[in-house]
Antibody, heavy 121, light 106 residues
Framework: QVQVAESGGGVVQPGGSLRLSCAASGFPVNSYEVHWVRQAPGEGLEWLGVISSDGNIELYGDSVRGRFTISKDFSKNTVFLQMNRLRPDDTAVYHC??????????????WGQGTLVTVSS | IVLTQSPGTLSLSPGDRATLSCRAV???????LAWYQQRPGQAPRLLIY???IRANGVPDRFSGSGSGRDFTLTISRLDPEDFAVYYCQRYGGSPLVSFGGGTKVE
């Protein structure tokens, strides 16, 4: 069964860093693109970025480019989101999601329940 | 806003027909548009992709249509479990992926 599960959320001070994990099961992360999407409290979905199946290409949304980095660890079948220079408006539930089909248009098929990140002093 | 969803809230009863709209600023390349359902406290769920293809396990009361800039999600007869927030999503361009603001069906 295809599943992804996020972890690593918590409370962090403005300007701080946090690394989120997205553990995949039921599929190899080296065959699929994986996205990160966040949802601020009471708000809609915001796409943050995607990493290619081989891990060599990353694309980001404007609000996080230069601060956030996505990476993969094939041995752990896990995807990471490194978040630096965090701001209060980064407070949100962070989801990872797998592409529906390898090499196809990016539709987000399998989603995790998310992990909450709170940026506050 | 790349994708505009309307209405913001749709107030209906079980058994009603729901029609949700998603309008893009520019033509959506090759109709690379999807719809998601998000129930309270749950992760989003892919319903429709490539404008009109139902994802695995999605009931046939859900249908998608449209092309170019205008797309529609129709729920033919609302089931109590269908009361949720619905998002459209475009693939392609910059940013690579973008979501609409959502329509709440209550």
């Amino acid at each position: 069964q295809v599943q992804v599960a996020e972890s690593g959320g918590g409370v962090v001070q403005p300007g701080g860093s946090l690394r989120l994990s997205c553990a995949a099961s039921g599929f190899p992360v080296n065959s699929y693109e994986v996205h990160w999407v966040r949802q601020a409290p009471g708000e809609g979905l915001e796409w943050l970025g995607v990493i290619s199946s081989d891990g060599n290409i990353e694309l980001y949304g404007d609000s996080v480019r230069g601060r956030f980095t996505i990476s993969k660890d094939f041995s752990k079948n896990t995807v990471f989101l490194q978040m630096n220079r965090l701001r209060p408006d980064d407070t949100a539930v962070y989801h990872c999601a797998r592409d529906l089909l390898p090499g196809a248009p990016d539709y987000l098929d399998s989603w995790g329940q998310g992990t909450l990140v709170t940026v506050s002093s | 806003i790349v994708l505009t969803q309307s209405p913001g809230t749709l107030s209906l009863s079980p058994g009603d027909r729901a029609t949700l709209s998603c309008r893009a600023v520019q033509n959506v390349d090759r109709n690379f548009l999807a719809w998601y359902q998000q129930r309270p406290g749950q992760a989003p769920r892919l319903l429709i992709y490539s404008a009109s293809i139902r994802a695995n396990g999605v009931p046939d009361r859900f249908s998608g249509s449209g092309s170019g800039r205008d797309f529609t999600l129709t729920i033919s007869r609302l089931d109590p479990e269908d009361f949720a927030v619905y998002y459209c999503q475009r693939y392609g361009g910059s940013p690579l992926v973008s979501f609409g603001g959502g329509t709440k069906v209550e």
